[in-house]
């Protein structure tokens, strides 16, 4: 599975574990480790919360969309984690690289959450039955995104023994 530019983008809902095998796949494959929400974070000098509670949520995806021209044309050889929001605000993201979605059941996404204390994190994900919703709206984006979809629920190890062989 490779695309013209070699970047590898990881899409999925919240807590799905893009960010953690993202950076196992870099160090796996030798290619850089990128992620779009601590790349937006980083260029404004604010968390994810402070973006959301003090510039609102459409200049949030008004970034997103801006990083992603920005990936496309300057960026080669990447793994690509994105916020779980962005394959619905950005279109055709196979034109950065192959997109490979994490599909999790939200059973698993949820005791993630609570274990890891992620949620603190997350504007949208604040309620468990409105992030339900949240997941189920956006469950067939992923999948018409993706050029590939592979099974993320369990371990980070077993989830990266099963992409692996797909690169
Ligand atoms: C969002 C997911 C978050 C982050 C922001 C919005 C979403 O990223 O981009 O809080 O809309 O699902 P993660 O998927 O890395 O948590």
Redesign the pocket.
């Given at each position: 599975m490779s695309s013209p530019s070699n970047n590898l983008l990881l899409i999925g809902?919240?807590?799905s574990g893009?960010?953690s095998i993202g950076r196992l796949l870099a160090k796996e494959t030798g290619r850089f480790f990128l992620d779009t929400?601590s790349l937006i974070e980083h260029s404004l000098g604010m968390s994810?919360p402070q973006i959301?509670a003090k510039k609102g949520e459409e200049f949030?995806r008004e970034k997103e969309v801006e990083l992603c021209e920005w990936l496309q044309h300057s960026v080669q050889n990447a793994i690509i984690?994105t916020?779980?929001?962005?394959p619905l605000y950005v279109q055709r993201l196979f034109r950065i690289g192959s997109v490979l979605y994490l599909e999790c059941d939200f059973e698993s996404i949820l005791e993630r959450m609570n274990r890891n204390g992620q949620s603190s994190q997350?504007?949208?994900f604040q309620n468990p039955e409105q992030a339900k919703e949240l997941f189920q709206s956006r469950l067939e984006t992923y999948k018409e995104q993706a050029t590939l979809t592979v099974d993320g629920n369990g371990s980070a190890q077993s989830v990266l023994k099963r992409i692996l062989p797909l690169l």
């Amino acid at each position: 599975m490779s695309s013209p530019s070699n970047n590898l983008l990881l899409i999925g809902f919240m807590g799905s574990g893009k960010s953690s095998i993202g950076r196992l796949l870099a160090k796996e494959t030798g290619r850089f480790f990128l992620d779009t929400d601590s790349l937006i974070e980083h260029s404004l000098g604010m968390s994810i919360p402070q973006i959301f509670a003090k510039k609102g949520e459409e200049f949030f995806r008004e970034k997103e969309v801006e990083l992603c021209e920005w990936l496309q044309h300057s960026v080669q050889n990447a793994i690509i984690s994105t916020g779980g929001g962005l394959p619905l605000y950005v279109q055709r993201l196979f034109r950065i690289g192959s997109v490979l979605y994490l599909e999790c059941d939200f059973e698993s996404i949820l005791e993630r959450m609570n274990r890891n204390g992620q949620s603190s994190q997350r504007p949208l994900f604040q309620n468990p039955e409105q992030a339900k919703e949240l997941f189920q709206s956006r469950l067939e984006t992923y999948k018409e995104q993706a050029t590939l979809t592979v099974d993320g629920n369990g371990s980070a190890q077993s989830v990266l023994k099963r992409i692996l062989p797909l690169l």
